[in-house]
């Protein structure tokens, strides 16, 4: 395959700024501080407010990628809003991004690949600039989770958090260069993690609200034990594609879901914890946005250099997973 066919040219974020900590939580559900932390690596997450959509949202983090690229909202060709929890059912969320950015020239779509859609996007956006069918593309990833989180359940409202990241790319440059993409899913673990009601199995009725049918669902150890194997893999994968060994990466970007998971991706990469780039802390599990934010706080803080090779691997429901390997 020949590659670099296509470069992230620039990224941004946005974060709600209301914080629900972990003590918060402790008062309103049967939890502590330590419970929570010792198995998740969570002490904290950020919650959008009534009024924040996850388009506006998705529009913050673009226009602050569109700067860091020295990319005019009018050259966009292509808007992909990755998300689970759009604004609507329908129209895509991408068609009121591209009307808050006024970025008239794009055609939009939505993508739906939970917490791996983000770089779901990014290979899209690849193969889009490949066929020549865009020059510029914008790759969103924006949730607001607390809208189908159930906060009467202790094991899952603690784990998520609302904001979006974003990237621009174009075709490749001297900076950013995607050198390798690998997409999978396995359709059998869908019981795993769902949304059960809402669609064309469990239409809205009453008894589906009340039996809270509409909020997240997720069988936690399958997941897991899932995911422990599957994030290793699918980085090697990556790795393997882009002709690198491990020991070239410089900073592995997971997606933020659970500490022991990210570690024992690292373990099987044979990468020290230093050399792995972590939010969770303090912005919880953000699904489609995960990896976008854990991107640019990583440039931010100085954590990419020119050449440095960087790896991003996440899983999500579905069961999809996704991993891609970047040359800075």
């Keep these: 395959m020949k590659r670099p066919i296509a470069s992230i040219l620039g990224t941004g974020r946005f974060l709600p700024s209301k914080v629900l900590t972990n003590a918060d939580l402790e008062k309103s559900i049967d939890t502590t501080d330590e419970w929570i932390y010792s198995r998740t690596g969570i002490r904290q997450r950020r919650i959008a407010g009534p009024k924040e959509l996850p388009s506006d949202m998705a529009a913050s983090a673009a226009k602050l990628a569109l700067a860091k690229a020295g990319i005019a909202v009018g050259e966009l060709d292509a808007i992909i809003t990755a998300t689970l929890t759009p604004d609507y059912p329908f129209p895509a969320t991408a068609c009121v991004v591209q009307h808050k950015l006024g970025a008239t020239k794009a055609f939009t779509f939505d993508l739906q690949a939970a917490c791996s859609g983000f770089i779901y996007g990014l290979a899209v956006a690849e193969g889009l600039i490949a066929s020549g069918a865009a020059r510029y593309v914008l790759v969103v990833g924006s949730e607001k989770l607390s809208t189908i989180t159930d906060w ?20 490749a440059s001297d900076r950013g260069r995607l050198m390798s993409v690998y997409l999978g899913a396995d359709g059998s673990m869908v019981p795993k993690l769902l949304q059960p009601a809402g669609g064309s199995a469990v239409p809205a009725t009453a008894e589906s609200v009340a039996k809270r049918m509409h909020f997240l669902k997720m069988d936690g150890k399958e997941v897991f034990k899932f995911a422990v194997r599957i994030m290793g893999e699918a980085s090697a994968e990556a790795v393997r594609r882009a002709g690198w060994e491990s020991k070239d990466i410089a900073l592995f970007i997971p997606h933020q879901a659970n500490l022991r998971i990210i570690e024992a991706a690292a373990k099987f990469m044979g990468l020290p914890m230093e050399r792995v780039f972590i939010n969770l ?32 691997v996440a899983f999500g429901a579905g069961l999809t997973w996704a991993s891609c390997a970047i040359q800075w």
Aim: aromatic share 4%.
């Design 152 to 171: 009467e359940d202790r094991n899952t409202c603690v784990l998520f958090g609302d904001g979006a990241g974003a990237a621009v790319l174009g075709p």
């Design 281 to 312: 802390d303090q912005y919880g599990n953000t699904s489609a946005a995960s990896v976008a934010i854990a991107l640019d706080e990583a440039q931010e803080q100085g954590r990419l250099k020119s050449g440095d090779k960087t790896v991003m």
